[in-house]
């Protein structure tokens, strides 16, 4: 895959600051995930003389790449929750930790993890003594975009997200207490808790901030789809009459053509974003999610010919009903977004569909009918190729993730 990250517009711009003001980076690109440098485990030496740096305690305003770029101005939690260089990277020891959990064998990694796409291609996530959740593993990527998390939406920020599996019995099975104690045995990490956040040492909120600080950053690249869609608007502006449009647009055609969009993929990013599929009422923005909740009948194959929610005896995942006690939100679920979708299979909430042939198929049919399908779901008339193609199109979604150090943990 090619990596597009020198062809962004406004590069100049990457990694400026004053002398004290916020330092400007790109998710995306460059050594913001790749740790400490060094080799083997993380010592107390090595990371107070890496915290003096001033710089790693600067805040980073963050740019997105092509594509994503479209969403900067929704970007959560950083007015909050400002990033710095050393925010992160205790947020990417704890990501990585097993010891975050009562046996040591599962970190937030084992549901979320890189090669995956940051999910995990299990039907349900997998915690302690091999317990099986109910629920697929979303990916914890391009959450920057995302205020509610969880496929319910149960709570409103990153920081609650990440210690919520924690204290989960099927999941990482510890408790909140449990894992500041251990925590606090690790001498490394009791200094990066106090240089991170003033001194306010370790707490598992303080560990939710710097979970969050490095989910935020976990930004994918840019795909041939992004270059494509560019390249639409520059020619339409007649960039040949701008220079700085011109170069531009010169290398984004160089990078086309060594990496086209196939036939297949335009014939179905035109069916995706056309009135015939309605993909875009609930896949759209900058990560393709309207962050928004629906019914699309997923799981709810047992009430098909029900009239009501009363008449419903069988146990059911009802979703969002469960946060919001609706009864237009049962069986809802969060919009998902598309980003290197090809990578996180198996896909929707109860992970039943194993393929994204799969997922079109179900559209396709207009989901499962149940008294509370979406309004939004209803049958099209696509064809076998009308289906591959958007297929392929999906396929092309896939950016390259930026490097991260996995291993070195204190």
């Not at 002398?19 to 995306?28: Q, S, T, W």
């Not at 010592?43 to 790449?65: F, Y």
């Not at 935020?216 to 789809?225: D, E, I």
């Not at 560019?230 to 339409?236: D, H, P, S, W």
């Amino acid at each position: 895959m090619l990596r597009f990250a020198a062809l962004l517009f406004c590069a100049a711009l990457a990694g400026a600051a004053t002398a004290d003001g916020p330092e400007r980076v790109r998710l995306g690109e460059g050594n913001l995930l790749s740790g400490v440098p060094g080799e083997g485990k993380l010592t107390v030496e090595q990371l107070r003389g890496w915290l003096a740096d001033p710089v790693n305690h600067r805040e980073l305003r963050p740019e997105l790449p092509l594509g994503m770029n479209a969403g900067e101005a929704d970007m959560q939690g950083l007015d909050a929750e400002p990033l710095t260089r050393a925010k992160i990277e205790l947020g990417r020891q704890l990501f990585f930790d097993p010891r975050l959990s009562r046996d040591g064998t599962v970190s937030c990694a084992s549901c979320h993890a890189p090669e995956y796409g940051y999910a995990f291609p299990t039907r349900f996530g997998v915690g302690v003594d091999g317990q099986e959740g109910v629920r697929n593993s979303p990916t914890a990527a391009n959450r920057i975009l995302s205020g509610a998390q969880f496929w319910d939406g149960r709570v409103s920020s990153l920081e609650e997200q990440a210690i919520a599996p924690m204290a989960n019995p099927q999941e990482m099975g510890f408790s909140h207490g449990a894992i500041v104690e251990t925590l606090k045995k690790v001498p490394a990490y009791v200094a990066q808790f106090d240089a991170v956040f003033d001194g306010g040492g370790v707490s598992i909120d303080n560990a939710g901030r710097a979970l969050a600080a490095f989910e935020r950053v976990l930004v994918s690249g840019p795909n041939a789809w992004d270059v494509e869609d560019r390249l639409r608007v520059l020619r339409e502006a007649y960039a040949d009459e701008d220079p700085e449009l011109a170069d531009e647009l010169a290398q984004l055609e160089k990078i086309a053509a060594a990496r086209p969009l196939s036939d297949a993929a335009k014939r179905g990013a035109d069916l995706f974003f056309g009135a015939r599929t309605g993909c875009t009422q609930c896949h759209a923005g900058a990560n393709f999610s309207d962050e928004a909740y629906h019914n699309l009948g997923v799981g709810m194959e047992s009430i098909a010919d029900l009239p009501e929610a009363d008449a419903i005896t069988k146990p059911l995942d009802w979703g969002r009903y469960e946060v919001t006690k609706d009864e237009a939100d049962r069986g809802a679920f969060k919009t998902p977004g598309l980003r290197n979708v090809a990578e996180t299979g198996p896909y929707m909430h109860d992970g039943s569909l194993e393929t994204l042939d799969e997922v079109v198929a179900w559209y396709v049919k207009g989901g499962q009918p149940n008294p509370f399908l979406s309004p939004l779901i209803e049958p099209l008339n696509l064809t076998a190729a009308e289906q591959a193609d958007l297929v392929a199109f999906l396929e092309e979604l896939s950016g390259e993730w930026p490097e991260v150090e996995t291993e070195r943990l204190p």
